[in-house]
T-cell receptor, first 113, second 112 residues
Framework: GEDVEQSLFLSVREGDSSVINCTYT??????LYWYKQEPGAGLQLLTY?????DMKQDQRLTVLLNKKDKHLSLRIADTQTGDSAIYFC?????????????FGTGTQLKVEL | GAVVSQHPSRVICKSGTSVKIECRSL??????MFWYRQFPKQSLMLMAT?????????EQGVEKDKFLINHASLTLSTLTVTSAHPEDSSFYIC????????FGPGTRLTVL
């Protein structure tokens, strides 16, 4: 299908790891992104990975990419209450007008004490 | 990361009026800016791609006469919602594209 899919909801306890999964559609995507959106706010770029990489780690964030299965994941280590938000994955494709993003459906992460 | 601002952050208007939303890249030049719309608890829907100095490219189903986009400079794009109606009420978000895409904080439009 055309949709970039994510599970809708994830609940974890503070201090645990969170893993948010994403299945994308376009095998020619050049970059894959993870964005964070807090209530009433815009999107904050968390991290991204080039399509020729398998893994990228940035402090508490680890991105894994499985190109064969078109599967992307974001692991947040030592999850904190401030990590509660909606997380969007996005695939990008360069068009004549620039890098066009297609967003996933979003995963609501809830961190409980 | 790069900073993108939007103005206003929130606007309430009467049905039939037009509303202009500004998107500025503050610390880099963006040849391309994008305008998105987001409904509550939903993902972002791309409305149009705006390139500096040329006409915007609209996504299928987006009325170009309804949503006027002007990209006057490498740091400013504007979206004007003309003759707004209650169904245009939404959260509008812009992004500016350099090597990566950076998003503004969004504008909440409520049409009464």
């Amino acid at each position: 299908g055309e949709d970039v899919e994510q599970s809708l909801f994830l609940s974890v306890r503070e201090g645990d790891s969170s893993v948010i999964n994403c299945t994308y559609t376009d095998s020619s995507s050049t970059y894959l992104y993870w964005y964070k959106q807090e209530p009433g706010a815009g999107l904050q770029l968390l991290t991204y990975i080039f399509s020729n990489m398998d893994m990228k780690q940035d402090q508490r964030l680890t991105v894994l990419l499985n190109k064969k299965d078109k599967h992307l994941s974001l692991r947040i280590a030592d999850t904190q209450t401030g990590d509660s938000a909606i997380y969007f994955c996005a695939e990008s494709r360069f068009t004549g007008g620039g890098n066009k993003l297609t967003f996933g459906t979003g995963t609501q992460l809830k961190v409980e004490l | 990361g790069a900073v993108v601002s939007q103005h206003p952050s929130r606007v309430i208007c009467k049905s039939g009026t037009s509303v202009k939303i500004e998107c500025r890249s503050l610390d880099f030049q963006a040849t391309t800016m994008f305008w998105y719309r987001q409904f509550p608890k939903q993902s972002l829907m791309l409305m149009a791609t705006s390139n500096e100095g040329s006409k915007a490219t609209y996504e299928q189903g987006v009325e170009k006469d309804k949503f006027l986009i002007n990209h006057a400079s490498l740091t400013l794009s504007t979206l004007t919602v003309t003759s707004a109606h209650p169904e245009d009420s939404s959260f509008y978000i812009c992004s500016a594209s350099g090597a990566l895409q950076y998003f503004g904080p969004g504008t909440r439009l409520t049409v009464l």
